[in-house]
């Protein structure tokens, strides 16, 4: 899953940055309201962390102007204590919901998860498809209840291919959901390749399934209980 956090603090951004990437998302940062929305314009995220207090372009422009075009990414907005009258337009803009700062990164993962939950119209927290059970409190993956060791990357492309598992996800969208920053077209199907290579064979060692279906050129999708 891929975040944006907009948070001018650089420490707070770096901190958040590092935290949850090491929780296993893809994040990218901006530091003021207009380059907020200029990564908006360019990527598709699943979930923007909102500071309220920004330069150039304040907080609740940037919602405001998010949701003129997008209701689907969720946004939850980082907010001073002080800033209560703010927090309420927020909502009634379109945030999905608040943490005040300072807050607990616990607790903020946990926000985090409900609100990525809540996009895809309910990703229960153990996602199951044939032998694989993917957990996404724990991050762990386990076939027939044993745990197999799968990178963070490797974890991802599981996560997103699970929570879509009804369609074929192009190798653009797959791409962009797991990994950060900007997208360079000559280099991202090589990386892409390589990390579903790997993450399929260990599928494959564990299951005896070939659980990842490329059609060629298009993209990847799981294969079907019935297939
Ligand atoms: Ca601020």
Do not use: C
């Not at 920004?54 to 907005?77: F, H, S, Y």
């Not at 996009?119 to 996602?127: E, G, H, R």
């Amino acid at each position: 899953m891929r975040l944006l956090i907009v948070e001018d603090e650089r420490d707070l951004n770096y901190a958040l940055t590092k935290a949850l990437r090491k929780e296993g998302y893809a994040t990218d940062s901006a530091y003021d309201g207009e380059e907020a929305l200029d990564l908006l314009k360019i990527n598709d995220y699943d979930l923007v962390l909102l500071d309220l207090n920004l330069p150039k372009v304040d907080g609740l422009d940037v919602l405001r102007r998010l949701r003129e075009e997008d209701m689907k990414t969720r946004v939850i907005i980082l907010s001073a204590r002080s800033e209560v009258d703010d927090r309420v337009v927020g909502l009634n803009l379109g945030a999905n919901d608040y943490v005040i700062k300072p807050f607990d990164f616990k607790e903020l993962e946990a926000r985090i998860r409900t609100s990525l939950r809540m996009n895809y119209t309910s990703i229960p927290t153990k996602l199951v498809h044939g032998d694989i059970t993917l957990d996404t409190n724990t991050k762990e993956v386990s076939v027939k209840g044993e745990v197999i060791d799968l990178t963070s990357k490797e974890f991802g492309l599981l996560e997103y291919l699970m929570v879509h598992k009804d369609r074929l996800i192009s190798n653009y969208e797959l791409f962009t959901h797991v990994w950060d920053g900007y997208v360079d077209d000559y280099t991202y199907t090589d990386t892409l390749k390589y990390h579903i290579h790997t993450l399929k064979k260990k599928l494959a060692k564990n299951t005896g399934v070939e659980y990842i279906i490329n059609k060629r050129n298009q993209g990847y999708r799981l294969r079907s209980n019935d297939e």
